[in-house]
């Protein structure tokens, strides 16, 4: 389990083991007819996190890692202390289920912009093509962060109340790709939330829904408040 208030020597952040295979056949006169051999899939890294978290005056996290992936993993966690229920309903509404899961309190015009524009295949494609690979890291670890404030938690002793989230159903691990919606919500609100309403209206000008379109994440990376998540 990685550790959140670490003092001594940070860890290194990927480790890789690649495994190869090598086939081999006796030689024989007549001409024999191998079978192929299937590579071994090489496995996932293991994403190894350290960060110290100090609180000082007034409530303020100051966060000490020595890569991308520790630094989100500290903001994660201790943001998690503070706002884990808020942030995870901002989570539920950045993958378009906020009517599935808050009834009234949810908005389905959103949900169905956000189905459309955080579809899973459109945010891999930002991953892939959009999102750098230290972003992707410290994504990643805020990610993880949050997963560890659950993991040593648990559901059922999370705050409650009209803004808890004590045994909700919707509480679950997030990953990068939950995050990455999360942060591409912020983004669409700033440039779109306005013409939700309007775009999903049975009545609305034809073709507009398919015009409603998300704006390139790389013009507007250097405009999010890095606060709001």
């Not at 100090?54 to 409530?59: E, M, R």
């Not at 009234?104 to 955080?118: K, S």
């Not at 409650?160 to 004590?166: A, D, I, K, N």
């Given at each position: 389990m990685p550790r959140v208030f670490s003092r001594s020597r940070l860890l290194p952040l990927f480790v890789l083991f690649a495994f190869t295979l090598f086939g081999c056949s006796d030689s024989h006169d007549?001409?024999?007819?191998?079978?192929?051999?299937?590579?071994?899939?090489?496995?996932?890294?293991?994403?190894?996190?350290?960060a110290e978290i100090?609180?000082?005056?007034?409530?303020v996290?100051?966060?000490?890692?020595q890569d991308w992936g520790s630094a989100g993993y500290g903001t994660g966690y201790a943001y998690a202390q503070q706002n884990y229920c808020t942030v995870m309903r901002e989570?539920?509404?950045?993958?378009?289920?906020?009517?599935?899961?808050?009834?009234?309190?949810?908005?389905?015009?959103?949900?169905?912009?956000?189905?459309?524009?955080?579809?899973?295949?459109?945010?891999?494609q930002l991953i892939d093509e959009s999102i750098p690979d230290y972003l992707a890291a410290g994504l990643e670890g805020y990610a993880a962060g949050l997963?560890?404030?659950?993991?040593?938690?648990g559901v059922d002793n999370l705050a409650?109340?009209?803004?808890?989230?004590?045994g909700a159903e919707w509480v679950r691990?997030?990953?990068l790709r939950d995050t990455v919606k999360l942060l591409h919500k912020l983004l669409l609100k700033g440039s779109s939330a306005r013409l939700t309403d309007f775009a999903v209206a049975p009545r609305a000008p034809e073709g507009l829904a398919t015009r409603l379109k998300?704006?390139?994440?790389e013009e507007m990376l250097a405009r999010i408040d890095q606060t709001a998540f």
């Open positions: 007549s001409p024999t007819i191998e079978a192929p051999v299937e590579a071994t899939p090489t496995p996932e890294p293991e994403l190894t996190y350290d100090v609180w000082t005056q007034y409530g996290p100051h966060i000490t890692a989570y539920v509404r950045a993958s378009g289920n906020s009517a599935r899961y808050f009834g009234d309190g949810g908005d389905i015009n959103a949900d169905l912009v956000y189905q459309l524009l955080n579809s899973d295949q459109h945010i891999q997963n560890r404030y659950l993991a040593d938690t409650e109340g009209s803004e808890g989230c004590r691990p997030i990953t998300s704006p390139k994440l």
